[in-house]
Every structure is written in structure tokens, then in C-alpha cells.
């Protein structure tokens, strides 16, 4: 029986990688993009996380590489080296039967100089590596590219966002005249047209959307921070999951710093990944998560880009992400390989808009609130108002207690009085049964 790739006329090198790892189907990106590819096309793809977009590029580009000729023909770049050393690794797997044939190397931050420069003096055939430190292998001539006809640009508006771009024109500036440029990337920004126009002639541009917002696995639930501290609340949250591994996301190095430090003053098992980590740390905390040793990462929107890190049982969003895209890409971390998972929003009034938002692109939100530690459900309430001059418009509020503006200790206050009311109340029936059993 034939092989579903085996229509692409791969080699067979490729076809039995796929078969090794119990890949049968091709994903619609690849569908639509390996036969360009192949056939020497640029192409731009759209796509989000978890929709294939990888194997995509990686197996049509091994299936061009001719291992008869000793220099780089093809270079891969993604804006973190989690995400490089990750392609790298999903590279190695498809390599894996060439019998080091087709070479790949590995060319990211962290590392040692001079040593990066000893190991490329043998060329690879495959160059996989972040913008930053490619660029200065070129420049030190360490790294020869003038030959290289193929270059990957992987989540290519997040190279955008972190001031990449200039280093992936460099090193693209070096390449063949006729490079085949491959671009992916979930949004297309206007501020990266003038890149595509520069190195692109007539793109195949592929644009796949999620058959959902989010995997069906996943249940979204919606806490409400009702003025509390946010990482202390954030902590209870997570400690009442109780999960295999929960990622924590906050929206800047700064507010993790501060998340983790919760956490760490709990002695729980938690580390923390951003962009302020050094290399060496980065490394680290990988590795603890590949080996399963860790059950809360705080962390920014670094992990929530293409990292693939297996038994994410749990997702929790300190406040709703300023880029609403990456609501889908953090929640797109659990539920995977076949597994459930939960994605827990915790959002103050001013995340109304955005919660709307996501509503309106199929999120289905479960209202929660945790009190005393148990999950309690919470009604939500649907009110309709009239705005002067407006259409009338719905609102979503969350019934999290009574809706009257109260003085702060006030419900402290009341609660107080009440119990010691009920105190007074059960000392007069202890007084009313004494006498009666005097009589």
C-alpha cells in the first residue's frame, strides 16, 4: 500500500522517515506548499501553530539538496534558538536515513565563539539557526552562503517584532540571485511587505485557517480577578489545578520576574523562560522541561511561538495578552498529541473588549471563580443597555456577588457584624433553654 507522500515524489529516505514517526496524512499547508516548493516556487505561508507548516518547508527542502555538492544550499532561520534548536531536531529526524549524506548544523547563540567557527569549517548542506548569530558566522566568512539557492524564514512577523528582520536581509543580500525564499509566519504585517517585495517574485501565498479557534480538547475558562492581586491569585489557580505542567504566561519579562518570585517564596517546583534569560539558563530550564522535571513555567510569549514541549496539561493567562493572536498560540501549547487541557484566563473589567472578541471567533468562555479553594461556577449574566445615539448593544458581565459599589472593607465590615450577631442570637437561645430546664 502506497504512502500518502509518497504523491509528492519524495525520496524515499523522506517517505521512510514519515513512516518511522506514524506520519500518514499530509495537513492542508502541505498540501498546498510541498509541490511548490519542490518545484522552486517562493512561497509565503499563513498559518498558525499546529497546523503542519513545518514539515512543509523541511521536507521538500531535504528532497532538493544534492548531497554530491559540499557547500550550504539551503538556510533555515526562527527568531529564538528554542525554536531553531527545535527545527533542527525535526530536521534530524528526516535526515536520519540519508546516513549522513545530507548534513545540518546548528547555528544559535549560547555557544562558544570560536568553537562555532572550528565546527562549520566542514560546510553543511543545511544551515538551521537564529538571524543574529548566522549573520556573524557570514561576516566572519566562518559560514559561506553565496551558494545557497533555498532560505526559510520561520514566524517571520515575530522576527519583525523583535528586530530581526535586518539580519535575515543580510544574510539573504549574500545568497544566489536566484534564491527561492520561503516565508511563514501566523500574520502578515504591513511593515514586512517591503521585505517580501525585495526578495519574492510572484509568491504561491497559502493561508490556513484553523478549522477552530483553538483545539476541541480545550476547555477556556474565564476567572475574574475582582480587584485581587493578580499573582497571588495566579498562584492559587495554579496550585488548585494541581497540574503535570502548567505554563503561567505574563505579558513582559518584568511581570514574570515578579510571578516567579511568588512562586519561588511558595517553594514550588517552578521555573521561569524569557527573553532575559541567558542563554545558559534557557538551556537549562529546556532540558527540565524535555525531562518532565518541572510542573509551573512562568513565562512571557516566548514559549508560546512554535515551542513544542510535551504534557502541557495546563495553560494560565495572567490577563489577556496585548497581541490578541497570541491568546490562540499560548492556548495552542495544551490539548496536543491527543490529549485534554485547560486554558485559564484570569481578566480584570478592563479585558472585556478583548474576551468579546474572542467569544465573537468561536471561544466559548466557562465562567469560574476559586473560593476556599473549591472551583464554583459562576452565572453569567446578560444585560442589554441603550447607548444615546447608538444601536443597543450586549454586554457580558461576570455575576461575581453583589453588583452595588461598596467602600473598600466594607463586605469585611459586614461580615464581621453578622457573626457576631449570630453569636448574640445563639447566646440568647443557650439562656432561653437554661431557664426552661429550671422550671
Known amino acids: 500500500m502506497k504512502h500518502?507522500?509518497?504523491?509528492?515524489?519524495?525520496?524515499?529516505?523522506?517517505?521512510?522517515?514519515?513512516?518511522?514517526?506514524?506520519?500518514?496524512?499530509?495537513?492542508?499547508?502541505?498540501?498546498?506548499?510541498?509541490?511548490?516548493?519542490?518545484?522552486g516556487s517562493d512561497v509565503i505561508g499563513q498559518s498558525q501553530t499546529g497546523t503542519g507548516k513545518t514539515l512543509a518547508f523541511l521536507l521538500p527542502l531535504a528532497d532538493?539538496?544534492?548531497?554530491?555538492k559540499n557547500h550550504v544550499q539551503a538556510v533555515i532561520t526562527a527568531p529564538t534558538r528554542e525554536l531553531a534548536g527545535q527545527l533542527f531536531e525535526e530536521l534530524g529526524k528526516l535526515l536520519h536515513h540519508t546516513d549522513g549524506e545530507i548534513t545540518a548544523k546548528l547555528v544559535t547563540g549560547g555557544t562558544d565563539r570560536s568553537?562555532?567557527?572550528?565546527?562549520?569549517?566542514?560546510?553543511?548542506?543545511?544551515?538551521?539557526?537564529?538571524?543574529?548569530?548566522?549573520?556573524?558566522?557570514?561576516?566572519?566568512?566562518?559560514?559561506?552562503?553565496?551558494?545557497?539557492?533555498?532560505?526559510?524564514?520561520?514566524e517571520a512577523d515575530q522576527m519583525l517584532d523583535m528586530g530581526f528582520l535586518e539580519d535575515v536581509d543580510q544574510v539573504g543580500a549574500r545568497m544566489t540571485e536566484d534564491l527561492q525564499m520561503m516565508v511563514f509566519s501566523a500574520t502578515i504585517p504591513e511593515k514586512l511587505q517591503p521585505f517580501l517585495r525585495k526578495y519574492m517574485k510572484h509568491p504561491k501565498h497559502?493561508?490556513?485557517?484553523?478549522?477552530?479557534?483553538?483545539?476541541?480538547?480545550?476547555?477556556?475558562?474565564?476567572?475574574?480577578?475582582?480587584d485581587r492581586d493578580v499573582n497571588q491569585l495566579a498562584l492559587e489557580v495554579?496550585?488548585?489545578?494541581?497540574?503535570?505542567?502548567?505554563?503561567?504566561?505574563?505579558?513582559?519579562?518584568?511581570?514574570?520576574?515578579?510571578?516567579?518570585?511568588?512562586?519561588?517564596?511558595?517553594?514550588?517546583?517552578?521555573?521561569?523562560?524569557?527573553?532575559?534569560?541567558?542563554?545558559?539558563?534557557?538551556?537549562?530550564?529546556?532540558?527540565?522541561?524535555?525531562d518532565a522535571e518541572v510542573q509551573y513555567l512562568i513565562a512571557s510569549d516566548l514559549v508560546a511561538r512554535g515551542i513544542d514541549v510535551?504534557?502541557?496539561?495546563?495553560?494560565?493567562?495572567?490577563?489577556?495578552?496585548r497581541e490578541l493572536e497570541y491568546y490562540v498560540h499560548r492556548v495552542g501549547r495544551t490539548a496536543r498529541a491527543g490529549w485534554?487541557?485547560?486554558?485559564?484566563?484570569?481578566?480584570?473589567?478592563h479585558d472585556q473588549a478583548a474576551v468579546e472578541k474572542l467569544e465573537s471567533q468561536g471561544i466559548k468562555f466557562l465562567h469560574k471563580d476559586l473560593k476556599k479553594g473549591e472551583w464554583v461556577e459562576l452565572e453569567q449574566k446578560m444585560r442589554r443597555r441603550k447607548k444615546q445615539g447608538k444601536a443597543e448593544s450586549t454586554e457580558v458581565t461576570l455575576k461575581t456577588g453583589k453588583p452595588k459599589k461598596v467602600k473598600p472593607g466594607y463586605k469585611k465590615k459586614f461580615q464581621q457584624q453578622k457573626e457576631q450577631e449570630q453569636k448574640r442570637q445563639r447566646r440568647l437561645e443557650q439562656k432561653r433553654n437554661n431557664r426552661a430546664k429550671r422550671k
Open 4 to 39: 500518502n507522500f509518497e504523491r509528492f515524489n519524495l525520496q524515499p529516505f523522506l517517505i521512510e522517515a514519515l513512516k518511522q514517526q506514524q506520519i500518514e496524512l499530509p495537513m492542508e499547508i502541505q498540501e498546498r506548499l510541498i509541490p511548490a516548493i519542490r518545484n
Open 64 to 68: 532538493r539538496i544534492d548531497p554530491e
Open 115 to 154: 568553537r562555532m567557527v572550528d565546527k562549520l569549517k566542514n560546510p553543511p548542506h543545511i544551515a538551521v539557526g537564529t538571524p543574529g548569530r548566522i549573520h556573524d558566522m557570514v561576516k566572519e566568512q566562518a559560514l559561506d552562503v553565496h551558494q545557497a539557492s533555498m532560505y526559510v524564514v520561520d
Open 206 to 226: 497559502v493561508k490556513v485557517e484553523p478549522k477552530q479557534a483553538s483545539p476541541r480538547k480545550i476547555e477556556h475558562w474565564l476567572i475574574p480577578d475582582r
Open 238 to 290: 495554579a496550585t488548585a489545578f494541581n497540574p503535570f505542567l502548567a505554563v503561567i504566561f505574563a505579558n513582559s519579562k518584568e511581570e514574570a520576574d515578579e510571578l516567579f518570585a511568588v512562586f519561588a517564596a511558595e517553594g514550588l517546583n517552578a521555573e521561569k523562560l524569557h527573553g532575559g534569560i541567558s542563554p545558559r539558563e534557557r538551556k537549562k530550564v529546556m532540558k527540565k522541561l524535555r
Open 310 to 321: 510535551k504534557g502541557i496539561s495546563h495553560i494560565i493567562n495572567v490577563g489577556l495578552p
Open 340 to 349: 485534554d487541557g485547560i486554558a485559564a484566563t484570569i481578566a480584570g473589567r
